[in-house]
């Protein structure tokens, strides 16, 4: 059998990354025909827009897609393509796995936890007014003297349907795959309305999940802290949009930082792979990068086409190799290329094969 998915390879170290992630994936011997598409700068120069119709209809034909990072100019400029691309495909749960495998350089001895991030609403949609347009100066006078004048306006929007689907995407997570816990992250107690709807509804959630599942709940500011002392008792984390993406980062670093960092964002019958990390700019073209956040996603991917075998094998690959660490990038002590990264993982892979 053979696929057919949408490969993204993005831009900045972007394309280097995406490129060994495709031989890797092929090298499991899983059959995939790759569509090729093109979005961010190099599309708006081409076609006026970074995210062209040929795009979407690609992934929504496909069901799947392997992206590599796309840069966002900061403060002018189009507005997020990774993030226009969740919206527009209803991609609603960002999963993001955090291990800790073996030969690692980390603080820690254990981590081995997974972030569901809502997708879909929160300050991340960027529903935003510029100083002194009627809209801000309208939430000023709502705000009864509590906003300045020539403020800039986030509205930061929380509904109980988005937070009641990703809670049960966390809990029916954590029941396939035998997770222990699920702790709901917010700042309800400042953010009583909110944050507060998003616990109100995960607590009748939880209630499903009795006996089942252990349920807890923490504060964002305490959980930043709590990862860093004890990461190792923390197991599903469930939270809104911003604290997901913050949090991302910082599990990330527990586990050796962002070029080990796998993610997937899935919505119904559909689904979109891309590492944590972004497109590392200041690396392009050096072939430096650690391509291991895009091929363990890229095994994630495999995971959800039912290639379970295929996936395991990759996964084997990559920990050995890490393992070893001889054949490993600048991040985690070695002094590998991205492709020199890439050729040993292709080589475990081929070993495992030829043993079976
Ligand atoms: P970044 O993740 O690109 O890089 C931050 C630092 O992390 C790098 O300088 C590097 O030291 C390290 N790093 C990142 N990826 C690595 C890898 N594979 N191997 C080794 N080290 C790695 O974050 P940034 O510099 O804040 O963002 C750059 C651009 O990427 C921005 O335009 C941002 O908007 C965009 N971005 C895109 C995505 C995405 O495509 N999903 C995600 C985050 C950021």
Redesign the pocket.
């Known amino acids: 059998m053979s696929y057919r998915v949408t490969l993204i390879p993005?831009d900045?170290?972007?394309p280097e990354?995406a490129d060994v992630t495709k031989n890797v994936l092929e090298a499991t011997g899983v059959k995939i025909q790759w569509d090729v598409v093109e979005v961010g700068g190099a599309a708006m120069a081409k076609q006026g827009t970074p995210l062209p119709k040929e795009v979407l209809d690609s992934i929504r034909k496909n069901k799947v897609a392997l992206?590599?990072?796309?840069?966002?100019?900061?403060g002018t400029g189009f507005r997020?393509v990774?993030v226009a691309l969740r919206h527009e495909l209803d991609l609603y749960a960002c999963l993001r796995p955090c291990k800790l495998y073996p030969g690692v350089r980390s603080r820690y001895n254990q981590v081995d936890l997974v972030i569901v991030r809502e997708n879909s609403e929160d300050l991340y949609t960027g529903v935003e007014f510029p100083p002194d347009s009627a809209e801000a100066k309208q939430v000023a006078q709502w705000g009864k003297g509590k906003v300045k004048p020539g403020s800039a306006i986030s509205v930061k929007h929380i509904s109980s349907v988005a937070t009641e689907r990703i809670v049960k995407f966390a809990f029916e997570y954590a029941l396939k795959y035998k997770r222990r816990k699920v702790t709901a992250i917010t700042k309800a107690n400042i953010l009583k309305l909110t944050d507060g709807l998003f616990l109100a509804t995960t607590r009748k959630v939880a209630e499903g999940y009795k006996g089942k599942v252990e349920y807890e709940e923490k504060l964002i500011d305490n959980m930043c802290m709590q990862l860093v002392i004890k990461p190792e008792i923390y197991d599903v984390l469930v939270l809104p949009n911003l604290y997901g993406d913050i949090l991302s980062d910082e599990c990330a670093g527990l586990v050796g930082?962002?070029?080990v960092a796998p993610g997937a964002n899935y919505g119904d019958g559909i689904a979109l792979f891309?590492?944590?990390?972004?497109?590392?700019?200041?690396?392009t073209g050096l072939n430096k990068?650690?391509?291991?956040?895009?091929i363990l996603s890229g095994m994630m991917m495999l995971e959800y086409l039912g290639e379970v075998r295929a996936a395991q094998q990759l996964e084997k690959a990559v920990a050995e190799v890490i393992k070893e660490g001889r054949q490993v990038?600048?991040?985690l002590g070695g002094s590998a290329g991205t492709k020199e990264m890439g050729q040993a993982i292709i080589q475990k892979l081929s070993r495992q094969t030829t043993a079976v």
Request: proline share 11%.
């Open positions: 993005g900045g170290t972007g990354i992206k590599g990072p796309i840069t966002t100019p900061v997020s990774n930082g962002l070029g891309e590492a944590v990390h972004g497109s590392a700019p200041k690396y990068v650690n391509p291991t956040a895009l990038t600048y991040d």
